[in-house]
């Protein structure tokens, strides 16, 4: 009886790569976490965790949140980092929370809008030929990472156009961004156009050409009000 188990537990380890599913996604948490931080630069934070109560909802003291655990809380925004050992203590501590890039500054911003108003306009972009950077799929928005933008800078490029959807959100200096492969109140944050390997930092585009294409691509492909 005693072998049988013993098989049966090698087998489940052999399975997982010899450890705990969940041990191996938490390891892919701080191993992601880590390689945004210190290879590529960009400043994180761990983002608070879904209330386990109810994953729709989310752990911060804000019942009407909007982003359930897609955000920072404790610590705040301030407190992202490169800081390869804050990094590691925060996720070994907090082994499952949500990895959280603080826009701006060096590090990328991005565009967002609604997921399948996203992925029509790629879906044109790519028939055109257009280079895109990563791009970040959560259930419900997709972001498109760009180069770090100024207020002034964005502020003048939205006023030269006759008309920007209302769903597009900006997420710039002081902004914040869940990266792959957090796990959120509102589902799975994934690449939807990973990151070239290697340890260089992703190649992202300009925010203004991006910002032209997704409002060409959105008028072009006739998506209704509702889904902007």
Known sequence: MREILGRRRGLLSRRNGGKPRRNDERSELIGAALTFATEWQWPVLPGVAPDPQGRARCACPDPECTVPGAHPFDPGLLAATTDARMVRWWWTNRPSAPIVLATGGKAPCAVSLPALAASRALALLDRRGMRLGP???????????????????????????????????????????ALPPSETGQGAVRWERAPLPGSAAPWVPDVEAVVDAVVDALTRTGVSAPEL
């Open 135 to 177: 791009v970040i799929a959560a259930p419900h928005r997709w972001a498109l990472l760009v180069q770090p933008y100024s207020m002034e800078q964005l502020g003048e490029l939205l006023y030269a156009k006759d008309f920007v959807p209302g769903s597009l959100r900006f997420h710039g200096e002081g902004g914040y961004l």
